[in-house]
């Protein structure tokens, strides 16, 4: 199989927060600078692999393929929109031969059990943004590990990714954004 690139994508507060606690994105953490990022890297993407309730939350106007993550499918199948996948039952290298035979870029934008499952796997690269001065009390964090103290770069690190320079998205907010990569 072709090579597949796995990269990651998350806007966090300074909590690394990327939700409240209902499971919204909240106005704090939506800029517009990086929304035009994030969706000229998904454009780049071969496919997207997201939650069920981050597929359920955001609709698919372009029609991006979408791998789905449900324990409701018996291993990978195509449902009317996207595939499916349940990786109790179906390794990642089988779900992704299946999906992109001929490998490709994946964009993992979420939520927090999938960034999870995807620390396993092994990213390429993970986009952090981060929304700078900003928390978000008893907010969803970006990784498990968050809830325990460590930070999201902490976390980033431990796996062996290493961070590219700071980049500044909008200046006013400020949003701030540093490619992790392997």
């Known amino acids: 199989m072709s090579r597949v690139e ?5 806007i966090v507060s300074d909590n690394d927060r990327i939700a ?9 953490l939506r800029n517009d600078a990086d929304w035009a990022y994030f969706q000229a890297e998904l454009n780049r993407s071969d496919v997207t692999v997201l ?10 106007p372009r029609n991006r393929v979408r791998m789905i993550l449900s324990s409701s499918s018996q291993g990978i199948e195509m449902r009317g ?10 390794s990642w290298e089988e ?35 981060r929304a700078e001065g900003v928390t978000v009390p008893d907010g969803i964090a970006l990784f498990s590990e968050c809830d325990e ?27 701030s954004l540093v490619i992790w990569q392997r």
């Not at 992109?100 to 999938?114: D, E, I, M």
């Open 149 to 175: 103290g460590k930070s999201a770069e902490t976390v980033l690190s431990a796996v062996g990714l290493k961070p590219g320079p700071r980049q500044v998205l909008a200046a006013a907010a400020p949003v």
């Open 20 to 28: 409240d606690a209902a499971g919204r994105t909240p106005d704090v």
């Open 81 to 90: 929109d996207g595939w499916w996948w349940n990786p109790e039952r179906l």
């Open 95 to 129: 779900a992704i031969r299946r999906v992109l035979p001929h490998g490709g870029r994946v964009a993992v934008p979420g939520g927090r059990q999938v960034f999870d499952l995807f620390l396993g796997i092994g990213y390429d690269a993970f986009h952090l943004t």
């Open 6 to 10: 796995i990269h990651g994508y998350a």
């Open 51 to 60: 939650g069920r309730l981050g597929h359920e939350a955001n609709p698919n």
